[in-house]
């Protein structure tokens, strides 16, 4: 390990800071690997069996199985959850980003008492817990038929996630120049192609961000589905892992593989689109 | 572009409003109140006024769920940003591994809290991960049950929670970091502030607004949670770990005290807006005053 810190090394007594800096930087790895130890333990004690690990928590495998994956798959009906969960995550995503966009074009653009208030009511609902209103929800789907459907779920995440999609869209709309819009505007380009023409193509790196947010919002909430999907054949995977697995009497090589395919899309994601995933977490520091 | 066209203004604005009008301010609205009711969930309800608020006080399950929630966020914001701080500083000063090591520690905050309630529950077992580690270093005095002893479960679950999302303060504050001016790092170098003068009068001044942001939204994030307790210790040993959102939740739906459930959703509401909006207001003021 070498020490990297600036140019310290050359004033006196830079060996000893440089010992200290490496020192330092051992520590930091040390740190780091505590906090994915978790992980690694999890990944080589789901791939052991059940006997194996009962006989030695710590030890290293005497042999490697598959099988615990299989039955975990089976147990939580991995495909079908899956499955919903992607197409409860997918819709609402498309759905907040083009309703979220289009309303944050306005908002942006009109500097008038009504827009700020307006905008302020949808930045109020950042602040807004789900329990807080989903009993009036349950109440409203049940009047409007919508319990147990897709649907139902989908527009309950829209909503709950519009105020960060206007959030966002609306303070990218307001660091974009009018000076384009105003050209297309006098060669008589009304709102509606110059937001598809030329806005929404600068949306793209925003749009991006805020789809890993909302994307890891809704793959891993429990609260929506488990209170608003009651049918078997609609539930998500966190729904199915949550009521047919109970951590405190499943082995370990049960409840690791279960947790592991529940993360399992989204570490593929993590891992192709890193940068973005990386911006999109840290999407509440954006107003800073 | 909008100038007296209201019509197009209207349908852009339409759907979003739409939505959210009917799917979160108008649930927000009848859950205030449903709380006046003595509604059980049909169609029938009665008004009643306060009467919901004012036998939350004579109940106990009411003022130690908000005190084990207030002191669970208490924990996991001075923690989980005093780690996150530490590992930002450092990551700072070392660029080689900055990168790897920030990406690293992010990936928990990835991941679902009920997969992470999965992974710490075996971790934190009698017979689990942890007090294997500790037999193994030769410190079995220290084994402990550590989400069956009342003692210490609200800790333990905290710990998840600091686990899941330190990384996550860390990017906050690196990001911080690499904003500060160059000039100004190298101006205090040269006058040989080094080591923790140049951390208390120079970078701690400049990380204000990183600070700001970490608190409020670490405060809100613990105030608001539900799956951890609710996966680890289901509220237990004896509610040692019974959270308002557990309180809610079961009120709501576990039966015959529906509008109960609902106005503690709006205590919690409360509490949230208040705690977050007078913490980010005073951090807010203090940004101003350095």
């Not at chain 1, 306005?106 to 602040?127: C, D, E, K």
């Not at chain 2, 294997?132 to 210490?152: C, F, I």
């Not at chain 2, 680890?232 to 576990?254: D, H, I, K």
């Amino acid at each position: 390990m070498t020490s990297d810190t600036t140019a310290t090394s050359t004033a006196p007594g830079g060996g000893l800071r440089r010992l200290t800096g490496g020192l330092g930087t051992v520590l930091l790895c040390l740190g780091t690997l505590l906090f994915v130890l978790p992980f690694l333990f999890t990944v080589v004690t789901s791939l052991r069996t059940a006997a194996d690990v009962a006989r030695s928590p710590l030890g290293f495998p005497d042999s490697l199985t598959l099988k615990n994956f299989s039955h975990a798959f089976s147990q939580i009906h991995y495909g079908r959850s899956t499955l919903n969960t992607l197409l409860i995550t997918g819709l609402s995503c498309v759905i907040v980003t083009v309703i979220g966009s289009l309303a944050a074009y306005p908002l942006a653009r009109i500097t008038q008492h009504w827009s700020t208030a307006v905008y302020r009511l949808f930045i109020l609902g950042t602040s807004v817990p789900v329990f807080v209103v989903v009993a009036p929800l349950y109440l409203l789907m049940r009047d409007l038929n919508l319990l147990d459907t897709y649907a139902g779920v989908v527009l309950i995440y829209t909503a709950l996630n519009l105020p960060v999609a206007v959030f966002f869209y609306t303070s990218f709309i307001r660091t974009i120049p009018g000076d384009l819009e105003e050209a297309a505007a006098l060669d008589g380009c009304g709102p509606f192609r110059t937001f598809f023409t030329i806005i929404l193509p600068l949306l793209r790196p925003v749009t991006s961000t805020l789809l890993t947010f909302v994307c890891l919002q809704i793959w891993n909430d429990l609260l929506v589905p488990l209170v608003f999907l009651q049918d078997p054949d609609k539930r998500t995977v966190m729904v199915n892992a949550y009521s047919f697995i109970d951590p405190h009497t499943v082995q370990p090589t049960t409840l690791f593989p279960a947790a592991l395919l529940g993360v399992l899309p989204l570490l593929v994601i993590f891992v192709f689109f890193q940068r973005q995933v990386v911006a999109g977490m840290s999407a509440g520091a954006v107003k800073s | 572009m909008f100038h007296r066209r209201r019509a197009t203004m209207a349908a852009f604005l339409l759907p979003a409003i739409v939505v959210y009008g009917a799917f979160m301010l108008y649930p927000l609205a009848r859950g205030v109140y449903l709380s006046m009711t003595d509604s059980l969930g049909g169609p029938m309800a009665n008004f009643v006024g306060t009467e919901q608020y004012r036998s939350m006080a004579d109940d106990p399950a009411v003022t130690s769920a908000l005190w084990h929630t207030v002191l669970y966020a208490v924990v996991v914001v001075v923690v989980q940003n005093g780690l996150g701080l530490l590992f930002a500083s450092m990551l700072f000063r070392r660029p080689k591994v900055r990168k790897t090591l920030s990406v690293v520690l992010l990936t928990p905050a990835l991941i679902s809290p009920v997969m992470a309630a999965f992974i710490w529950s075996y971790l934190f077992a009698p017979t689990g991960g942890i007090n294997a580690v500790l037999d193994l270093v030769g410190l079995h005095s220290l084994n402990h049950v550590w989400l069956g002893d009342t003692s210490t479960a609200l800790y333990s679950v905290a710990a998840v929670n600091i686990w899941m999302f330190t990384g996550y303060s860390c990017a906050i504050f690196l990001a911080s970091y690499m904003s500060m001016p160059t000039e100004l790092l190298e101006a205090a170098e040269l006058d040989g502030a080094r080591g923790w003068r140049r951390f208390a009068s120079i970078e701690w001044p400049l990380l204000a607004p990183a600070l700001t942001v970490n608190v409020t939204l670490s405060l809100i994030g613990s105030l608001k949670v539900f799956e951890f307790p609710l996966v680890l210790t289901n509220g237990g040993p004896a509610g040692a770990t019974e959270t308002l959102t557990l309180l809610v939740y079961r009120n709501v739906f576990g039966g015959g005290k529906f509008a109960y459930g609902v106005a503690l959703s709006v205590v919690l509401l409360v509490t949230v807006v208040v705690l977050s909006s007078a913490t980010s207001s005073l951090l807010r003021l203090r940004e101003r005053r350095i």
